[in-house]
């Protein structure tokens, strides 16, 4: 089962910050948190990922609260081309004895109206 | 471009068929999954691979085979065995199995049995 919580669906209107929450209560202390979208009928796009620290790069910014127990991703200005279904992930770590893998669930599908 | 590759696209099988799914990647990664994805659905591990020459089972193998004897190659055969085939089946790879070494994937193949 997947390790994460994320709300069905968000609306957010062009140019506004997307602002995309997660609840991972029960992540294990070496597991990262990743953040994928997928627009229909792609593959999944990598996003961010991060361990304990506030990553940023050019797509995105991701904040991770200090107990690690949720975290929020960030699209700075959003345009409609951000319409997606967004996945926030905890990767196992391959090295406790699981598959290292990413479990994936249903995700978050972000509508951004002009 | 570096990237994964996967052919075809969009594959129809009769009944009893066996098919193949193709996945090269030319990251120079390690490691090599397949998943498979539902509609409205999120992914699913079919098999993993971690280095040449060995592969794991995921949580829906039955059905399916994999082989890795070479390193960009991992490639997927949907056997008749298989009761439910139609889906978009997705292939990704990763530098390595820790969890904090990202995992890629590539634009899907679309398979209809008829």
């Known amino acids: ?114 | 471009d570096g990237g994964i590759t996967q052919s075809p696209k969009y594959l129809f099988r009769k009944e009893g068929q066996n098919v193949t799914l193709s996945c090269e990647q030319n990251l120079n990664h390690d490691a090599m999954y397949w998943y498979r994805q539902d509609p409205g659905q999120g992914l699913r591990l079919i098999y993993y691979s971690q280095i040449v020459n060995d592969f794991q089972k995921g949580d829906i193998a039955e059905g399916y085979s994999v082989s890795r004897e070479k390193k960009e190659s991992f490639p997927l055969t949907v056997t008749s065995a298989q009761k439910n085939p139609t889906a978009f089946y997705l292939c990704a790879s990763s530098p390595g199995a820790s969890s904090g070494n990202t995992i890629y994937f590539g634009e899907g193949s679309w398979l209809t049995v008829v």
Not at chain 1, 25 to 37: D, L
Not at chain 1, 100 to 112: A, E, H, P
Request: hydrophobic share 30%; aromatic share 8%.
């Open chain 1, 1 to 114: 089962d997947a390790k994460t919580t994320q709300p069905p669906s968000m609306d957010c209107a062009e140019g506004r910050a997307a602002n995309l929450p997660c609840n991972h209560s029960t992540i294990s202390g070496n597991e990262y948190v990743y953040w994928y979208r997928q627009i229909h009928s792609q593959g999944p796009q990598y996003i961010i990922h991060g361990l304990k620290n506030n990553e940023t790069n050019e797509m995105a910014s991701l904040i991770i609260t200090e107990d690690r127990k949720s975290s929020t991703l960030i699209l700075p200005h959003a345009t409609l081309r951000d319409t997606a279904v967004y996945y926030c992930i905890v990767r196992e770590s391959y090295y406790g004895g699981s598959q290292g893998n990413l479990i994936f669930g249903k995700g978050t599908k972000l509508s951004v109206k002009p």
